[in-house]
Antibody, heavy 120, light 112 residues
Framework: EVQLVESGGGLVRPGGSLKVSCAAAGFTFRGAPIHWVRQAPGKGLEWLGRIKRTGDGYVTAYAASVEGRFAISRDDSENKAYLQMNSLKSEDTAVYYC???????????WGRGTMVTVSS | DILMTQSPLSLPVSPGEPASISCRSTRSLLHSNGKNYLHWYLQKPGQSPQLLIYLASNRASGVPDRFSGSGSDTDFTLRIARVEAEDVGLYYCMQALQLPVTFGGGTKVEIK
């Protein structure tokens, strides 16, 4: 089955760090750019960033709201992508989704998300 | 950044009735290859988003034919020919022409 599964969310204090993971199955992970999107409680979808595939040099790009605080990486040997989040703020509280960039530049596969709560 | 604006915010619909959602962008989403990089997603309650329509007017695999998309450049529409109970949720448009990827604010479709 083609799927993405996020993990690693939890409660973290303001100013703290957290690394969430995205495990892929059922498709050729190394050939797929991976994007991260979040959704704050009761709010809409916010794109965070992406990492290209190995053939494109693993180039990353980020939203201005997280540039310099968040970093995306991947380990193709483990079929996993990661989102490292530093200097967390209360407004980073959200469900974090990873998604595959598929044909026609669609985000065609989404995980179920992992909840990150930033609170003291 | 390309700003995406959806309307209405909320759309109560009776079963079997049609529904229409508008999405406008601040920049043309028409690529030089002739394709509009505008996609539609449905997020059902408690679930992650799922792709409905890609490149403005193409139904994704498994999407019922009561869903259709139209439009070009900066003005797009998602139509549901006859709303069913399983169609409730949040609908989002998304532009993939350029980074950052941006989403509309969402339209909540609910059954009257």
């Amino acid at each position: 089955e083609v799927q993405l599964v996020e993990s690693g969310g939890g409660l973290v204090r303001p100013g703290g760090s957290l690394k969430v993971s995205c495990a892929a199955a059922g498709f050729t992970f190394r050939g797929a750019p991976i994007h991260w999107v979040r959704q704050a409680p009761g709010k809409g979808l916010e794109w965070l960033g992406r990492i290209k595939r190995t053939g494109d040099g693993y180039v990353t790009a980020y939203a201005a709201s997280v540039e310099g605080r968040f970093a995306i990486s991947r380990d193709d040997s483990e079929n996993k992508a990661y989102l490292q989040m530093n200097s967390l703020k209360s407004e980073d509280t959200a469900v974090y989704y990873c998604s595959r960039l598929g044909d026609h530049d669609t985000l065609d596969i989404w995980g179920r998300g992992t909840m990150v709560t930033v609170s003291s | 950044d390309i700003l995406m604006t959806q309307s209405p915010l909320s759309l109560p619909v009776s079963p079997g009735e049609p529904a229409s959602i508008s999405c406008r962008s601040t920049r043309s989403l028409l690529h030089s290859n002739g394709k509009n990089y505008l996609h539609w997603y449905l997020q059902k309650p408690g679930q992650s988003p799922q792709l409905l329509i890609y490149l403005a007017s193409n139904r994704a695999s498994g999407v019922p034919d009561r869903f259709s998309g139209s439009g070009s450049d900066t003005d797009f529409t998602l139509r549901i020919a006859r709303v069913e109970a399983e169609d409730v949720g949040l609908y989002y448009c998304m532009q993939a022409l350029q980074l950052p990827v941006t989403f509309g604010g969402g339209t909540k479709v609910e059954i009257k």
